[in-house]
């Protein structure tokens, strides 16, 4: 069960890297510019904290890397620690974790449709890691994978002076089987060569199965950011 939880962390993770979007508001349109400017930042390292309590109580660090290749973006595991042992790269669950795909996407609620997107404009605003940040309040549905619809639902914090994105905290409904709890905590910044980047999320869940429950707290660290450049396709089609 802990292997799974550390897998699903990672898909919250790759999720949270791609910026989510909306309406007309002049501070909204700022932060949409810089994220669909900034679209194709990819973290270089990735270091993953993860802790779980209840039916099993563990901790585990694992810290991966992420390289442009010609091909793309190639992960590789570079150490892991697991209830105190280090992980074996070997390892299955290693081997799904290197399968999950960092690359960026031109999509999120930061480049949907605004007439898909339900915003709301908060009154007054709020101190985030010492930033004076409007509130929006934004809920979105989205089709799942097998084919039913969820809603996204969500906090999005922007500088009140800039615009800068600055805290997303969402979660989605209905839950997946299991979860009685989902939160995704994404805090953001800019990078010494000036790009809107993705510095840390935080994952909360809780699931409970057989009258058992667990619930896991992940902490990802994003650090090294680079552009991603898209595969050429120069000669692809070449017979």
């Given at each position: 069960?802990?292997?799974?939880?550390?897998?699903?962390?990672?898909?919250?993770?790759?999720?949270?890297?791609?910026?989510l979007?909306?309406?007309?508001?002049?501070?909204?349109?700022?932060?949409?510019?810089?994220?669909?400017?900034?679209?194709?930042?990819?973290?270089?390292?990735?270091?993953?904290?993860?802790?779980?309590?209840?039916?099993?109580?563990?901790?585990?660090?694992?810290?991966?890397?992420?390289?442009?290749?010609?091909?793309?973006?190639?992960?590789?595991?570079?150490?892991?620690?697991?209830?105190?042992?280090?992980?074996?790269?070997?390892?299955?669950?290693?081997?799904?974790?290197?399968q999950?795909?960092?690359?960026?996407?031109?999509?999120g609620?930061?480049?949907?449709?605004?007439?898909d997107?339900?915003?709301?404009?908060?009154?007054?605003?709020?101190?985030?890691?010492?930033?004076?940040?409007?509130?929006?309040k934004?809920?979105?549905?989205?089709?799942?994978?097998?084919?039913?619809?969820?809603?996204?639902?969500g906090?999005?914090?922007?500088?009140?002076?800039?615009?800068?994105?600055?805290?997303?905290?969402?979660?989605?409904?209905?839950?997946?089987?299991?979860?009685?709890?989902?939160?995704?905590?994404?805090?953001?910044?800019?990078?010494?060569?000036?790009?809107?980047?993705s510095?840390?999320?935080?994952?909360?869940?809780?699931?409970?199965?057989?009258?058992?429950?667990?619930?896991?707290?992940?902490?990802?660290?994003?650090?090294?950011?680079?552009?991603?450049?898209?595969?050429?396709?120069?000669?692809?089609?070449?017979?």
């Amino acid at each position: 069960m802990f292997k799974k939880q550390l897998i699903i962390a990672l898909l919250l993770i790759v999720t949270a890297t791609c910026l989510l979007a909306a309406d007309i508001d002049p501070l909204w349109a700022k932060a949409q510019k810089m994220a669909q400017a900034d679209w194709d930042m990819v973290p270089g390292k990735v270091k993953l904290s993860i802790s779980t309590s209840g039916a099993q109580s563990m901790s585990a660090e694992i810290h991966l890397s992420v390289k442009q290749t010609p091909e793309g973006l190639e992960t590789e595991f570079i150490q892991g620690v697991l209830g105190g042992e280090e992980i074996d790269p070997a390892d299955p669950m290693v081997g799904q974790m290197l399968q999950q795909d960092f690359t960026p996407q031109q999509e999120g609620i930061f480049f949907d449709d605004p007439a898909d997107l339900k915003l709301k404009k908060a009154k007054g605003t709020k101190m985030v890691d010492g930033v004076d940040c409007v509130t929006f309040k934004y809920n979105k549905k989205v089709k799942t994978d097998d084919g039913n619809t969820s809603e996204i639902i969500g906090t999005m914090y922007l500088d009140s002076k800039t615009g800068e994105p600055v805290m997303d905290e969402n979660t989605i409904f209905p839950l997946p089987d299991m979860f009685t709890k989902m939160s995704n905590t994404t805090y953001y910044k800019i990078d010494k060569k000036g790009h809107l980047i993705s510095d840390r999320v935080y994952n909360e869940s809780t699931i409970e199965f057989a009258g058992q429950k667990m619930e896991t707290t992940t902490k990802s660290t994003m650090l090294n950011h680079f552009q991603y450049t898209p595969p050429s396709t120069e000669g692809m089609f070449e017979e």
